[in-house]
């Protein structure tokens, strides 16, 4: 066989190995994506994770609930230091499961820069350096703790609207997004799209999301307006 034979082989050699690579490449990323899409569905769907809520459903725990949600809305407003919004969530009484403090931007050249983190201990040496640049006190933690387990809910950030997390399900929340005024109309749009947000009333818009693949979606996302308070 001629160095020219040998030459040409080994070419082919190589690029047979180049097209066997790149198939086992796109097989892994085809595999990793249905896997990934499988557990998506399984925790989405499963009853141990949390219950699926219709809008409906939704609206009637908002509605039970309406004025010990506002109470906790009024309080974290009250307590939330000036340009800077709270967003917690409570594990239970003893555990933060997640705190972001979020400056807001004034256009005055402040920093922006945002803090989050997780399952924080209530009474460690972190919360209470927390609690320093919050203004906080232990006893503000559990005013807020108890006025959530009032209004049923775990979470809540504030602002206009305040966004209280009602309940975790598959890999989201659904959450009450709370306002004092009526909706504005130019607004109306934003807050009624075809995925999270289902506009329940000029006061009252339901949310799902918060999970880790994404935006995510109500599976029903039907509303009975003729349940909902005006």
Known sequence: MSLDQ????????????????????????????????IIYIFYALSPFVGKNYTPNELVKEFNEKSKAIYEVKSYINKIAPKYKNVDIEFENDKEIARLSIIP??????????VFEDWNLKIGS???????????????TLDTLKEKLDNANCISIESGE????GFKRSGLGMYFFNVFDKPIADSLKARYND?????????????????????????????????????
Request: aromatic letters at 8%; one cysteine or more; proline letters at 2%.
């Open 6 to 37: 040998i030459n040409e082989k080994n070419k082919k050699r190589k690029g047979l190995k180049l097209i066997i690579k790149t198939m086992l490449i796109i097989a892994g990323i085809v595999v990793t994506s249905v896997l990934v899409y």
């Open 104 to 113: 807001i931007d004034t256009g005055r050249g402040a920093d922006i820069t």
């Open 125 to 139: 040496k972190k919360v209470d350096s927390l609690l320093l640049i919050l203004g906080w006190k232990i006893k």
């Open 161 to 164: 609207p305040a966004k209280v």
């Open 194 to 230: 075809s995925c999270t947000y289902v506009f329940a009333n000029k006061k009252l818009v339901l949310e799902y999301g918060g999970g880790a693949v994404g935006n995510q979606c109500f599976f029903n996302k039907r509303i009975n307006e003729s349940r909902n308070r005006p």
